[in-house]
């Protein structure tokens, strides 16, 4: 069995472009565990759900009865502490002009914390800038360096506690999980090749240059 912990950022992709029978086939068919914090079922579901957010409603709904039919998994563990800890590591590891970058946010680190608690290894999040510090911490300094037009520093005790602690996680994006799905049979070739863009303009960091390459591997 694979356990995936998931970020808002890929659930509300995939939902919105009617891809959440994606959860469905993989974790009924090939045994996959698709678990949520307490955070973020309150983000997708509750808040939407609470103050009549119209225009989210139908994927709140969608995403809460993934919860109901177990699907998506809630678990928890005590990480408010481990979370700030990971907050000061991400962002005291680039600096410019004598600055700390803030690169990531408490919603965050506490995913990265969870999954360090719980020993899941697998992260499913479209954001881009914490996959990029978590996978590859030096594009995402060149990437930094281009936006700013200036040199980023590195403080390494940050930089490699960091490294440290995120070394055996992997992150995905709601495009590789559709990928995944195209790959086993679940949708067709023109329904793959569609539902790629439609992630990219539905938040899922992803190029269009990406997105040949994928067409290129799989099609």
Request: hydrophobic residues 45%; contains cysteine; aromatic residues 8%.
């Amino acid at each position: 069995m694979k356990t995936v912990l998931c970020d808002s950022s890929s659930l509300i992709s995939l939902t919105d472009t009617c891809f959440i029978d994606v959860f469905y086939f993989l974790s009924k068919k090939f045994d996959v565990d698709f678990v949520i914090p307490p955070s973020v079922r309150k983000e997708i579901i509750d808040r939407p759900l609470s103050i009549q957010m119209k225009a989210y409603q139908l994927s709140a709904l969608r995403m809460k009865k993934a919860l109901s039919d177990g699907v998506l998994i809630e678990v928890n563990a005590d990480t408010e502490l481990e979370a700030k800890n990971i907050l000061s590591m991400a962002n005291t590891s680039f600096f410019v002009r004598g600055k700390p970058i803030h690169l990531i946010d408490l919603g965050e680190a506490d995913m990265i914390a969870l999954a360090h608690a719980l020993n899941i290894n697998l992260l499913l999040m479209d954001e881009r800038t914490t996959r990029m510090l978590i996978e590859a911490p030096f594009r995402l300094k060149e990437h930094l360096e281009k936006e700013l037009h200036t040199n980023i520093m590195l403080n390494k005790k940050s930089f490699e506690a960091f490294r440290d602690y995120t070394r055996d996680m992997q992150v995905i994006r709601s495009s590789e999980l559709l990928t995944v799905a195209f790959e086993k049979g679940f949708i067709s070739k023109e329904m793959f090749e569609a539902g790629l863009y439609a992630l990219k303009y539905n938040g899922c960091s992803i190029s269009f240059d990406e997105i040949e390459e994928i067409k290129r591997l799989v099609i």
